[in-house]
């Protein structure tokens, strides 16, 4: 890789990505409000494939403490029934013939530090996917230079401007967590 082909925007483009999945990994944590993301990770046994819920019915929230499911073939009820009491969410599904309701009940003290710790380590794993870029990156510039075909100066330079990048991209993981921690702990 030489430098025209490593830009500062591309690897910035990939810790944005990076900030981005850890945000929808975020998303599937439930807190004690009802959030159709919550189910982005259920897959339904339909059709002789795996799919996503999204992709066999509606998801909507009419309250803060349901989740409806509106199947688009009435057939599947039984399957996305059987997908979200198999998933980690821990919810009940409830079978009215036409749609299927989850309860989001109150979560306890304990659940709530439970999801606090989960998504630390979510948000580490995200830390960890920065912090392998720039490890490529610098890697990448160290070997430029190493072939001469950049000054010691514009190494250390670009290797200042990658650990800059690798900071604020940090900050932005810790704030997200920040705010979803402060989500989960609301009663």
């Known amino acids: 890789m030489k430098l025209t082909d490593m830009k500062l925007t591309d690897i910035e483009g990939h810790m944005t990505k990076t900030i981005e999945a850890t945000q929808r990994n975020f998303n599937t944590i439930r807190t004690g409000r009802a959030n159709a993301q919550l189910l982005d990770r259920v897959m339904v046994e339909c059709y002789g494939q795996e799919m996503p819920i999204k992709g066999v019915a509606n998801i909507s929230t009419p309250d803060a403490t349901t989740i409806l499911i509106q199947p688009y073939d009435k057939g599947n009820m039984g399957a996305i029934e059987k997908a979200i009491t198999l998933s980690d969410l821990g919810l009940t599904p409830n079978n009215d013939g036409s749609n299927i309701r ?25 830390r960890v996917g920065i912090r392998n870029i720039r490890r490529d990156a610098i890697d990448t510039v160290r070997k430029q230079e190493k072939k001469h075909d950049l000054s010691e100066d514009e190494s250390r330079d670009m290797q200042e401007q990658i650990q800059k990048l690798t900071d604020k991209y940090n900050k932005e993981i810790d704030k997200i967590l920040a705010a979803k921690e402060k989500d989960i702990k609301t009663i």
């Open 102 to 126: 989850l309860n989001i009940p109150a979560l306890t003290a304990e659940r709530r530090k439970e999801l606090v710790k989960q998504v630390g380590k979510l948000a580490e794993e995200g």
